[in-house]
Every structure is written in C-alpha cells, then in structure tokens.
C-alpha cells in the first residue's frame, strides 16, 4: 500500500508556469507506475500523464503535450509534474495516482490516489 501527497498547486496567470510533486509513502515506491490526472468542476476525471516505474516511459494526452513533463525520483519516493505555458484550460484539482498495472492511460488501472492539489490558471 502507498499513501500520495500532493503539493506545489496554486494560482498562476497564462502562460505561467507550476510545478507539482507527489510525495509517496512506504518502501516500494519503485513498483508502481505513476500517473497525474486532472478534474476540473463539472468534468470528469481525466488522464494527463504516466510513467513507468523505472521512469524509462512516459505518456501525455494530446493537450499537454509538448507543454507538460513527468518525472520521478525513486530514491525521493517523489514524482514531479512541471507544467509550462499554462492555460485556462488546464485549470483543475490535479491528482497523482499509483498503478501496478494495466492500461496507464485508464483510471481503472490506479489503486491509489492523492486527494489533489488545486492549480487554477488566469486569463
């Protein structure tokens, strides 16, 4: 089992740029892929990026791409989201989430999940 802790939301104005960590608890951080999803009101849960255990792969959805970066740090237990030429759109509680396996593209695939950490984006 893994308890997540995110941190490093807050209120930026577009174009901006934030960068957010989630801590993970326990000694079998290395097991788990990771993964970062975004809910904004109104909207479902969405997936915005993953990486594997080893921090070898890595997989965006196509509006983040090419402006967001995950990365992992084992030997911090700690995997990190910096998110650069931020817009409105990217508003949103965003949440971290651990997978042992399974389609990392897929929220059924993670069994567990941080309780989020808000990133709103100004116009």
């Known amino acids: 089992q893994v308890q997540l802790d995110e941190s490093g939301g807050g209120l930026v104005q577009a174009g901006g740029s934030l960068r957010l960590s989630c801590a993970a608890s326990?000694?079998?951080?290395?097991?788990?892929?990771m993964g970062w999803f975004r809910q904004a009101p109104g909207k479902e849960r969405e997936f915005v990026a993953a990486?594997?255990?080893?921090?070898?792969?890595?997989y965006y959805a196509d509006s983040v791409k090419g402006r967001f970066t995950i990365s992992r740090d084992n030997a911090k237990n700690t995997v990190y989201l910096q998110m650069n030429s931020l817009k409105p759109e990217d508003t949103a509680v965003y949440v971290c989430?651990?997978?042992?396996?399974?389609?990392?593209?897929?929220?059924?695939?993670?069994?567990?999940w941080g309780q989020g950490t808000q990133v709103t984006v100004s116009s």
């Open positions: 990486i594997s255990r080893s921090g070898d792969s890595t």
């Open positions: 326990g000694r079998t951080f290395s097991s788990y892929d």
């Open positions: 989430a651990a997978s042992t396996y399974g389609n990392l593209y897929n929220r059924r695939a993670y069994a567990y």
